[in-house]
């Protein structure tokens, strides 16, 4: 399947499936209010981290006007340029939120980006497993592991802060090799 038409999948199906609000959207990190994360703990917490570039994104607003509760969710459609971590095509979907605490991209852009698959059980309340399966089965799609933390373009990653993901991704393959 080609980049345009997964976005398109992606789309569709996440416009029919909806969202849900996250009642922690407010940078909540490890139970705490705006909680202070490090390159070291969210690479150890994430499944997958890469540096990646984004080719397009696109908004998709709720259908269910009845639930104005709803979010909007930006998706963004990312080559990735190199994994420090975990396992990942060419490409993979960003899946974020329209709320205070989303973590939004811009076309053209090199990120760094600390990454989770997008349905954890807060996300999936309410919805039947069905429809819950169809966003599992996005071609990599993921989720901002913490949308206040340490994912950020890759020219604002620091110097230090490279070093620890570094250290990180050698420390991850010794311990696979194992």
């Known amino acids: 399947m080609n980049g345009r038409r997964a976005l398109a999948l992606c789309v569709t199906i ?9 009642a922690q959207a407010l940078c909540l990190y490890r139970g705490e209010f705006h909680g202070r994360s490090t390159i070291t703990g969210e690479f150890r917490e994430s499944s997958l981290v890469i540096k990646g570039t984004v080719i397009e994104t696109h908004d998709i607003p ?3 006007v009845d639930h104005s509760e709803l979010d909007s969710y930006a998706v963004a459609r990312i080559r990735v340029d190199e994994v420090f971590k975990g396992q990942a095509g060419q490409e993979v979907f960003l899946i974020s939120e329209r709320n205070s605490g989303g973590f939004y991209v811009d076309a053209g852009v090199q990120y760094l980006l600390f990454l989770d698959p997008p349905v954890r059980a807060d996300w999936s309340k309410g919805y039947e497993p069905a429809e819950v399966a169809k966003v599992q089965s996005l ?29 990180e991704t050698r420390r991850q393959k010794v311990l696979r090799s194992r």
């Open 14 to 22: 996440l416009a029919a499936v909806g969202g849900a609000s996250q």
């Open 62 to 64: 709720p259908v269910d």
């Open 139 to 167: 071609p990599r799609p993921r989720f901002i592991n913490y949308n206040c933390g340490q994912s950020a373009p890759w020219v604002e990653v620091s110097a230090a802060k490279r070093k620890a993901l570094d250290f």
